[in-house]
């Protein structure tokens, strides 16, 4: 039987949330009382409703580096982008419209070419499709390559684009949690490569997937950030996404009640601290060489 839809796009607002919680009985339902969780790919509209997250988007001309603390780490990271050759040569690629880039760029900007192509045929069926390589591997090389350029080679990030496994427990018994599965992710060599930034990927582009993808992001960071709590710090919670020809950024900022006292406890008073909000800015787009300069920068400041 399919299931019954709560709604068309993922709630924005406390309101567009209250509405849909409301009227299907879910307003009083914390994730540990609810006891139908699936895995993250397959999160239903019930249960992303009960991890009680906001999706807020912006273009990316509206990303704000001093709302997470970035601006510094940004002014610092643009001229060390600028003096890469291999950067460099990877930027002119793009706006010459060649596949040939240098060094660490070199793989990622192959990649991108064979997406592009791609994306000038006609969309694959979705359920066959998804989370297929080149973009997967695109994605993690060219974190790679960008967080390769840190200045500080000891503690230089590791990224790679083997899945993991992170879950969410909030009981026990069946259906008590559920695992999401990264596309890959940035981790950080000074913790034991703990997880930093989740990578998460598609073949074709997000507004083919609907909510879809807004859901099993939103399940991902909950596991995430269950299986890392604390870390990295409260405006440092970030997803990278890469759909088809498009990136994107969401940084997770979660109210002071929201993880302790929704999540883990199971109060279920509604007020403007008991929700995480998905703040997704792009996309950026891999064949823009002002995209992918900005991007880079971004990347590269979050990895000092």
């Known amino acids: 039987m399919a299931e019954t839809s709560l709604f ?27 006891t139908d969780h699936k895995h993250g790919s397959k999160i239903t509209q019930p249960q992303f409703i009960v991890l009680r997250t906001l999706v807020q988007s912006a273009g990316p001309e509206s990303f704000d580096p001093t709302l ?25 690629a793009i706006r010459a419209n060649s596949c040939r880039a240098k060094d660490w760029f070199s793989s990622p900007r192959r990649m991108h070419c064979e997406i592009l192509e791609a994306h000038a045929r006609p969309v694959q069926p979705r359920d066959e ?7 997967r591997y695109s994605a993690n090389d060219l974190l790679m390559a960008i967080c390769s350029i840190s200045p500080n080679v000891e503690s230089r990030e590791w990224c790679n684009s083997s899945r993991i496994d992170l879950m969410a427990k909030f009981g026990s ?5 559920f695992i999401a599965s990264t596309s890959g ?21 997000r507004h083919i997937y609907g ?9 991902l960071l909950v596991a995430w950030m269950k299986e890392y709590p604390g870390y990295p710090g409260p405006k440092r919670r970030i997803l990278v996404s890469q759909n088809g020809i498009e990136i994107y950024l ?32 792009g996309p950026w787009l891999i064949n823009n060489a002002e995209h992918m300069e900005e991007f880079a920068a971004i990347i590269l400041a979050i990895s000092f």
């Open 173 to 177: 018994g069946k259906g008590r949690g």
């Open 250 to 281: 969401t940084f997770a900022l979660c109210g002071d009640d929201w993880m302790t006292s929704y999540v883990e406890e199971g109060n279920t008073e509604v007020n403007e601290s008991s929700f995480m909000t998905m703040h997704r800015y």
């Open 185 to 205: 992710q940035i981790q950080d060599k000074s913790r034991s490569l703990w997880i930093k930034a989740p990578v998460n990927c598609t073949t074709n582009e």
């Open 68 to 92: 997470f603390d970035l601006e510094t780490d940004i002014e610092i990271a643009r001229p060390l982008l600028q003096g890469r050759e291999d950067f460099k040569s990877y930027i002119d």
């Open 129 to 135: 499709e998804l989370d297929k390589p080149p973009v």
């Open 8 to 34: 068309g796009k993922c709630p924005s607002t406390i309101e567009e949330w209250t509405d849909a919680a409301s009227d299907n009985g879910l307003l009083a339902v914390s994730p540990k009382d609810y």
């Open 211 to 219: 909510s879809v993808i807004d859901m099993q992001e939103a399940a």
